[in-house]
């Protein structure tokens, strides 16, 4: 290992952690991946895996036994609108996220760990600046005053404050990236955690020609969604920056929930009926401003959204083919 760049991946089993994994090591990194399971549709590809539970103190300093050069702490209790908007899930998710953020500051810190990447979410930026589906405004500077639209926003803008108060007064680097919808092949598809672009690909596989598919409020409602390629792409440009954040790592371009669907159907090459049901929404419009991310990295996403689109859909009607 001598020579070689160490990083320690907190969230390896999750959709983005281990691509993650994957894309450090064929940048030739010796990575460690943790989380407390697998991930859901293969084997990780780090160099180590250890099956630990992150809001445990002890588990956090056995893992941080090291000065790992870069540190990716993406591990958190999180889902799509259906989980976290409900309302049920609140005391979990900010005691389970807040408790792993603490623990990896503190002992990442007493460990002697270079640099930290910290995957905080557009989920945090105030909901009233949200309410135009046609134009929200998720400019970084406009996080405050902050009224973020669920629990999970206020514990993802409480461990951004908390990584940088570890930068101010221990000097430690730290970069954090505001993610936007991140999604594609190997995500989670199905059992209520998944998020708009798997659930609606997923029903549309399952759907029959000429069917019926359900959306939740009227549709309208916007959003962008980044594929995981780009998002990788974004956070080794950050990570290699000298830039702390936060910074919008997203999508810029914006579509309704019915546009969405209309382009799974577009893909799939099937037509099925939307009928517009009661659910979890979250806010009316969301979309990641680049302005920043250009700036300052000379880079953002530029893939359109059909390509990825495409890819996930491909891979999630293989899911549903399996099941049936």
Known sequence: MENTKTALVCGAGGFIGSHLVTRLKKEGYWVRGVDLKNPDFGVSTADEFIIGDLRDQEVCQKILDRS?????????????????????????????????????????????????????SACMYPAYNQEDPENPNCKEDSAYPAAPDSEYGWEKLFSERLYLSYFRNYGLQVRIARFHNIFGPEGTWQGGKEKAPAAVCRKIAEAKEGGEIEIWGDGKQTRSFLYIDECLEGVRTLMKSDFTGPVNIGSDEMVSINQLAEMVMSVANKQVTIKHIPGPLGVRGRNSDNTLIKEKLGWAPSQPLKEGITKTYEWISKQVEGIK
Not at 86 to 103: K, P, Q, R, Y
């Open 68 to 120: 790992f050069d870069e540190v990716y702490q993406l591990a958190a209790d999180m889902g799509g609108a259906g989980y976290i908007f409900s309302g049920e899930h609140d005391a979990d998710v900010m005691h389970n996220s807040a408790t792993i953020n603490l623990n990896i500051a503190h002992y990442g810190h007493k460990a002697g760990m270079k640099k930290i990447f910290y995957s905080s």
